[in-house]
C-alpha cells in the first residue's frame, strides 16, 4: 500500500518509495565499490530490514550471499527494552567471510552494538553496517555505522519494513503516525 492508503494514519510522509529506491540504489553502488572482488554476505534483521534487503540485493550487479537473524529488543510499543536476544541465528559460518549487516534503522543503537560484537567474535574478515536510517539523537550505544541512508529526527517512524504493531510494514512509503493510531 501507499501513503494515500492510510493517509489518515500518517502526520507526515518523510520518505517516498521513489526516494527510497533512489538512496538504497546509491547504497548499494558504495558497496559494490567498496567490495570489490571480495565476496560478500549481506545479514538482513528480520523482521523490519526485509524491505531494504530485496531491493538492496536486487541493486547489486554482481552476486551477492543472503542470510537473516532474528533479535528481540522492541516489545510491541515504540520503546526499546534494552534487552537482546537471539531469535533465529545465522545459517552461514561468517568465519573469514566479509559481512554487511543490514537493517533499516538504528534507534539507540543497542541491537546493532551488540549484534555486531556478536558477529564479530566469530572470526569473520570484516563486519559493517549499513543502514536506512539512522536516529543520531537517540543513540545509547556508540555503533560504527559504514552506509547510511539517512539521519532523521528522533521520531516514530513506519513504512517500509518499519511496523507498529505489525501493521504499516508493507507501506512503500515512510512516514511519521498521526498520535490518534498509538494514543
Ligand atoms: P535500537 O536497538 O537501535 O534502539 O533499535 C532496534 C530496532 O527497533 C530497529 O531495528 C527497529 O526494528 C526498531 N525501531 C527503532 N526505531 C523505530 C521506529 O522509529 N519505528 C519503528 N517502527 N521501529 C523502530
Ligand atoms: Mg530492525
Same mark, same amino acid.
Given at each position: 500500500m501507499d501513503a494515500a492508503?492510510? $493517509?489518515?494514519?500518517?502526520?507526515?510522509?518523510? /520518505?517516498? !518509495?521513489?526516494? #527510497?529506491?533512489d538512496r538504497i540504489k546509491e547504497m548499494a553502488a558504495d558497496i559494490e565499490r567498496d567490495y570489490e572482488g571480495k565476496e560478500l554476505l549481506i545479514v538482513g534483521i528480520l523482521r523490519?530490514?526485509?524491505?531494504v534487503m530485496a531491493d538492496m540485493a536486487r541493486s547489486f550487479h554482481r552476486h551477492v550471499e543472503m542470510d537473516w537473524m532474528a533479535v528481540s529488543s522492541y516489545? $510491541?510499543?515504540? @520503546? $526499546? $527494552?534494552?534487552?537482546? %536476544? #537471539?531469535? @533465529?541465528?545465522?545459517d552461514t559460518d561468517i568465519s573469514g567471510r566479509h559481512v554487511v549487516i543490514v537493517d533499516e534503522i538504528i534507534d539507540t543503537g543497542l541491537t546493532l552494538s551488540w549484534l555486531t560484537s +556478536?558477529?564479530?567474535?566469530? +572470526?569473520p574478515a570484516s563486519v559493517e553496517i549499513a543502514t536506512l536510517l539512522r536516529k543520531p539523537e537517540a543513540l545509547q550505544m556508540?555503533?560504527?555505522v559504514k552506509y547510511v541512508g539517512w539521519? #532523521?529526527?528522533? !521520531?516514530?517512524?513506519?513504512? /517500509?519494513?518499519?511496523? /507498529? %504493531? !505489525?501493521?504499516y510494514r508493507n507501506l512503500r512509503d515512510i512516514g511519521t503516525l498521526a498520535p490518534h493510531v498509538y494514543s
Open positions: 492508503d492510510v $493517509s489518515d494514519d500518517l502526520l507526515h510522509v518523510l /520518505y517516498t !518509495e521513489a526516494q #527510497i529506491q523490519g530490514a526485509v524491505m516489545g $510491541s510499543g515504540t @520503546k $526499546s $527494552s534494552g534487552v537482546v %536476544r #537471539i531469535l @533465529k541465528d545465522l +556478536n558477529l564479530s567474535s566469530r +572470526n556508540p555503533v560504527d539521519d #532523521i529526527p528522533n !521520531e516514530f517512524v513506519v513504512g /517500509y519494513g518499519l511496523d /507498529y %504493531r !505489525e501493521r
